[in-house]
């Protein structure tokens, strides 16, 4: 069964240093998400992209981060300057033609 | 915009007793709502969706859920609970670019 799969599965980062999380979407899937998860806290949703571009975006997602999907495959979550704040597990997601969303197993970022 | 209220941050039951997680949203639109289970240190895995037909849901694992619209509640429910049932049970609603806004999840441990 296809899968959404994500790298690294653990990253550790110095404040300050940007990361890139990395995503590999279920093929064929049009919508593509991103949410992280703080130790302890419920699933908040970052950004969604579609048709290359973002479609929706909350108030976490500032102008320290971007996505892109700079191939047919990869669907990355760039944080510029990572802050301690920034620690948490990231989820990456898709959706094809139907309404569920499959989510990978996530990136845990620790920002030391 | 759309919010998820789940009562009940811990949930414990007996093996073979009735599992109850509730769960009440808030739409301006029909919503579409969901329920992910999430297992130590791994990803979220859908249960079951509504998607605005039959109210009554079944999904995987024995769970089911009913859509009441009067109630603006989705709660899930298995009559008899198994030691693997323990795990994050997470309340979801879809947003228009069909983002999904979760709730504060409940913790079920389930007792032999």
């Known amino acids: 069964e296809p899968e959404v799969t994500q790298t690294p599965s653990h990253q550790v980062t110095q404040m300050g240093q940007e990361v890139i999380l990395r995503c590999v979407p279920i093929?064929?899937?049009?919508?593509f998400y991103w949410y992280r998860q703080i130790l302890g806290q419920k699933v908040e949703f970052l950004v969604s992209f579609y048709n290359n571009e973002i479609s929706e975006k909350s108030e976490i997602f500032d102008d320290q981060f971007s996505v892109e999907r700079p191939d047919g495959s990869n669907f990355t979550l760039k944080i510029r300057s990572t802050k301690l704040e920034d620690s948490a597990m990231y989820f990456c997601?898709?959706?094809?033609?139907?309404?569920?969303?499959?989510f990978g197993p996530g990136t845990r970022l620790t920002v030391l | 915009a759309q919010s998820v209220t789940q009562l009940g941050s811990h949930v414990s039951v007996s093996e073979g007793a009735l599992v109850l997680l509730r769960c009440n949203y808030s739409s301006s639109v029909p919503p579409y709502l969901f329920w992910y289970v999430q297992y130590p240190n791994q990803g979220l895995q859908l249960l079951l969706k509504?998607?605005?037909?039959?109210?009554l849901v079944k999904g995987i694992n024995g769970f089911e859920a009913e859509f009441k619209k009067s109630e603006t509640s989705f709660h899930l429910t298995k009559p008899s609970a198994h030691m693997s049932d323990a795990a994050e049970y997470f309340c979801a609603v879809s947003g228009s670019a069909r983002q999904l806004t979760f709730g504060s999840g409940t913790q079920l441990t389930v007792l032999p």
């Open positions: 093929s064929n899937h049009l919508y």
């Open positions: 509504y998607t605005s037909a039959a109210t």
């Open positions: 997601a898709s959706i094809g033609t139907g309404d569920t969303q499959y």
